[in-house]
């Protein structure tokens, strides 16, 4: 019963001290004064995993880098008429009227005049090849 006493009389004390008026000293502040610390640069790194799935047993594919985008200059359009042709069905030669800036030319496929190359005829339109660019002209009527 002796404990039970001693014990009640320590809370009863604390709740009596913090309940009293009396006002403790409280001690004089310091002026406190900030320091700049100075950060490192953290060293950075990156983890290269190029080694096997282990569970689909395939290697990871690498990454293609994009060519950039090259633009074509433009070509001027040549002045190219097809006005006839003649086709020789025994030897398969034909001979196509063609008309290159006003001047009038008999090519031959394969033939090439004023850069201007005939890659192939037939008697509805010819295929013709200059600076680069392919272009198919139908017969002129």
Known sequence: MGVVLMIWGIIGVKIFSALSPN?????????VTFTKVTTLKRDTFSIVADYRDPFLGTLPK???????????????KRNVTYTGSI????????????AIEGEQVLLKNGQTHEGVTLLKGTAKSIRIRYSGVIETIQLQQ
């Open 23 to 31: 006002e403790q000293e409280n001690a004089p502040m310091k002026e």
């Open 62 to 76: 690498k990454k293609s880098l994009k060519k950039p985008i090259i633009k074509k200059k433009e070509v001027q």
């Open 87 to 98: 086709i020789d069905n025994n030897s398969k030669n034909s001979v196509f009227f063609i």
